[in-house]
Nanobody, 126 residues
Framework: QLQLVESGGGLVQPGGSLNLSCILS????????IGWFRQVPGTEREGVSC??????GRVDFVKDRFTISRDNAKKTVYLQMNNLTPEDTAVYYC?????????????????????WGRGIQVTVSS
């Protein structure tokens, strides 16, 4: 089994930055694509970014401001979030699925993601 734990969230002012971390543990030997999702209470969960198993493929639904990366040696995936706005306020989740295609990932649907962290709050407010 794979476990994922998010960290790095909190309260930040508009225009500020946060760097979220997703630490993988357990059965990390398989090739996993990793995605970041966020959810506001009362709304549907939406995909933010994903990175493919080999790190070469990325999808970013928050263009330019958010950057996903992974460090396989540290078993950690990061989401660098810059120029944050109040609309970015949400609970952020990292998730993983065992990749069939090593060079791409999907974020338009979460159906493939079998492993989820418990989420971390990001609040952007003056």
């Amino acid at each position: 089994q794979l476990q994922l734990v998010e960290s790095g969230g909190g309260l930040v002012q508009p225009g500020g930055s946060l760097n979220l971390s997703c630490i993988l543990s357990g059965n990390t030997g398989d090739s996993y694509a990793i995605g970041w999702f966020r959810q506001v209470p009362g709304t549907e969960r939406e995909g933010v970014s994903c990175v493919s198993a080999n790190g070469r493929g990325r999808v970013d639904f928050v263009k330019d401001r958010f950057t996903i990366s992974r460090d396989n040696a540290k078993k950690t995936v990061y989401l660098q979030m810059n120029n944050l706005t109040p609309e970015d306020t949400a609970v952020y989740y990292c998730a993983a699925y065992i990749a069939v295609v090593q060079s791409s990932c999907v974020i338009t649907s979460s159906v493939a993601y079998d492993y989820w962290g418990r989420g971390i709050q990001v609040t952007v407010s003056s």
